[in-house]
């Protein structure tokens, strides 16, 4: 009965490869998010999704694509990955829209590692 | 954007309490503040939110001066499982910021 889950929790690949993360809740909530935790272990949103829609887009490089096929699934599809894309990578989601009382509940995170 | 400043780490033993301070200088009126909770290889896990005065749960409790530039986490009678860093939070998502946070060790 996990809230938040990801796929896969590790990824090892060669620069240049195409990989994706899956996402999924089973919270029934409206917003889903993807963020970056650096080696520095700062916590960075990347994009947003409300009901399917982008809502928030920070500045990343557009190799990075999410994709949202329903409410409940928030993929994020990496395109010719390079060393600095090397990090853990969670999924949260939110009842809310995210605002200011909105509270999120993360995955697991998956660790990507760019060789 | 609302900014906060934390203590990098702490120490702390077991059964003691302890409090952890965030500064939020730039509050909005209508910001919230919330505390999340990160263990090694997880992801954050909320603990606590409020907007004023003191709030209280199971897990922590919040305290938060009349000026709303601070805040203070407090945590009863830690224990090892406790060891984990903790984020303060300010404003919506979108404007939020996971700073460094504040590694608390907690030791027998």
């Not at chain 1, 929790?9 to 999924?24: A, F, H, P, R, W």
């Not at chain 1, 399917?52 to 329903?70: C, G, H, M, Q, W």
């Not at chain 2, 009863?76 to 919506?92: H, I, K, M, N, W």
Request: net charge positive; with cysteine; hydrophobic share 30%.
């Amino acid at each position: 009965d996990t809230a938040v889950s990801q796929t896969p929790k590790y990824l090892v690949t060669q620069m240049g490869n195409d990989k994706s993360i899956k996402c999924e809740q089973n919270l029934g909530h409206d917003t889903m998010y993807w963020y970056k935790q650096d080696s520095k272990k700062f916590l960075k949103i990347m994009f947003s999704y409300n009901n399917k829609e982008l809502i928030i887009n920070e500045t990343v490089p557009n190799r990075f694509s999410p994709k949202s096929p329903d409410k409940a699934h928030l993929n994020l599809h990496i395109n010719s990955l390079e060393l600095g894309d090397s990090a853990v990578y969670f999924c949260a989601s939110s009842q809310g829209w995210g605002g200011r009382t909105d509270t999120q509940y993360f995955g697991p995170g998956t660790r990507l590692t760019v060789l | 954007l609302a900014k906060t400043t934390q203590p990098i780490s702490m120490d702390s033993y077991e059964g003691q309490e302890v409090n952890i301070t965030c500064s939020h200088n730039n509050i909005a009126t209508n910001d919230y503040i919330t505390w999340y909770q990160q263990f090694p290889s997880q992801g954050p896990r909320f603990i606590i939110q409020g907007y004023k005065t003191k709030v209280t749960n199971e897990v922590a409790s919040l305290f938060i001066p009349a000026d709303r530039k601070s805040s203070t986490l407090s945590l009863p009678r830690v224990s090892l499982s406790d060891t984990a860093v903790y984020y303060c939070l300010v404003g919506e998502v979108g404007d939020m910021r996971f700073g460094a946070g504040t590694r608390l060790t907690v030791k027998p």
